[in-house]
């Protein structure tokens, strides 16, 4: 992990990135590039504060049109199921679903049971992989910083200042 944070390590690595074409998109960006950037970033945040009502009823409505087509894919198994049993065990309609039902409990049951033995596992996966990923994030994000010149910083700092400030007069007026 130490040597991932030497100097000459993180600009090698980079460079390969930027060489290769697969640059972090922000090393070689011009001013007016950058300007645009943060704008695009303060035109989002705008129209997701003012939108979010909208958005939230878009999200719900997508969870519940794929709840119905599931919904909807259970009744036709169960219902090809029902028939598969009434034809070929000669049980009435309330026998099948009895059957039906039971099974589908005892799957569940089983699931959730093992969903119970993985769920430290799961847990402490996903917390190191969160980790993993905030850490590489601060860290890319602290060379950009590092390696911008000191006018850039400034034009960036004055950017993203005005785009709050524009953004907190909105809010609050």
């Not at 939230?56 to 036709?76: N, P, Q, T």
């Not at 402490?124 to 390696?147: K, M």
Request: with cysteine; aromatic share 16%; proline share 2%.
């Amino acid at each position: 992990m130490k040597s991932l944070l030497k100097p000459n390590v993180i600009i090698r690595l980079f460079t390969k990135l930027t060489d290769g074409g697969l640059c972090y998109g922000r090393a070689d960006e011009t001013d007016q590039q950058m300007l645009i950037r943060v704008g695009i970033q303060f035109v989002a945040l705008f129209l997701i504060i003012i939108l979010f009502d909208e958005l939230l009823d878009v999200v719900l409505e997508i969870l519940h049109f794929v709840f119905e087509l599931m919904h909807l894919l259970f009744e036709v198994i169960e219902g090809f199921i029902e028939e598969i049993l009434e034809h070929t065990l000669n049980t009435a309609h309330h026998e099948s679903e009895i059957f039906i039902i039971s099974t589908i409990l005892i799957l569940l049951v089983f699931g959730l049971y093992q969903l119970y033995k993985i769920w430290p596992r799961l847990y402490r996966s996903w917390r190191r992989n969160s980790r993993a990923v905030w850490l590489r994030y601060t860290r890319r994000q602290s060379f950009y910083w590092r390696t911008l010149p000191i006018g850039r910083k400034w034009k960036l700092i004055t950017a993203y200042g005005i785009g709050l400030f524009c953004l907190l007069f909105w809010i609050f007026l």
